[in-house]
């Protein structure tokens, strides 16, 4: 009965382990980043690496007093051999919607689209870009929590709402920390647009590597932990069955 009670809390345990270790990595990373020059306004949508997003949809307002919009362009991330991205532009609405679907599990993250607007001057609100998660899922079709950063001009709304209609509210984002918003290598145009220093874009793969260490570390002190309690649950069974056989050969006596 002791050992049996041992396998079961520590089955137990190995479960609720898996369940953290899941509910922690079930976040789709998107960044929105924006770069001023001038009175042109660039917002470049990015995926965090490691984000695990293999199927999302999302939908860009911006305020009509405020932006005017210019052109996009893809980066990296859309352009992939095993990635589809489709974007659908309404400029009487002023929103554009973006579909991405990719079939690689490991995908990495990268610049999904830039987008150029004119700054007019004329808004007065703190959010003139409205973000809203519409759908965001992994490969296995499981939703993932949206983890939003980026600037501080960016509102995330809910599924299905722009920033233009009556009673939208946007809510904070999470600032990114670096910019690593600098255009995708691949997009001439907006880096005509962007005077930021190479070193920015440096800091920003920086940033993803010490999330992966971070990741790696959570990892290991898991496994650590596993392992520990698979060796005190060996011990307790090892010190059970001593006794038990101690017993036996008392009564034997």
């Not at 990373?29 to 199927?55: K, P, W």
């Not at 005190?232 to 069974?237: D, F, Q, Y």
Request: overall charge negative; some cysteine.
């Amino acid at each position: 009965m002791t050992r049996f009670k041992i396998k079961r809390g520590l089955v137990i345990l190995l479960l609720l382990l898996l369940y953290t270790t899941n509910v922690n990595a079930a976040e789709g990373g998107l960044v929105v980043n924006r770069v001023d020059n001038d009175d042109i306004v660039t917002y470049i949508v990015s995926l965090e690496s490691g984000c695990g997003v293999q199927a999302a949809n999302y939908t860009l307002s911006y305020k009509e007093d405020a932006l005017e919009y210019l052109d996009q362009q893809e980066g990296s991330a859309a352009s992939a051999d095993n990635a589809m991205f489709v974007t659908n532009l309404n400029l009487d609405n002023k929103w554009l919607k973006l579909g991405y679907i990719s079939t690689d599990p490991n995908q990495e993250g990268g610049v999904l689209l830039t987008i150029r607007f004119k700054n007019t001057d004329a808004g007065t609100e703190k959010h003139v870009l409205g973000l809203a998660v519409d759908e965001m899922k992994d490969g296995n079709g499981n939703d993932l929590s949206p983890n939003i950063s980026g600037d501080t001009s960016v509102g995330l709304l809910p599924a299905g709402v722009t920033i233009n209609d009556a009673g939208a509210a946007p809510q904070e984002i999470r600032i990114a920390v670096t910019e690593n918003s600098e255009p995708d290598k691949s997009s001439e145009a907006a880096e005509d647009q962007n005077d930021q220093p190479r070193s920015q874009a440096l800091n920003g793969d920086m940033d993803h590597q010490k999330t992966d260490m971070t990741l790696s570390l959570q990892s290991i002190m898991i496994l650590c932990v596993i392992l520990a309690v698979l060796a005190l649950a060996l011990i307790l069974v090892l010190v059970v069955k001593k006794k038990r056989d101690e017993g036996s050969e008392d009564c034997d006596q």
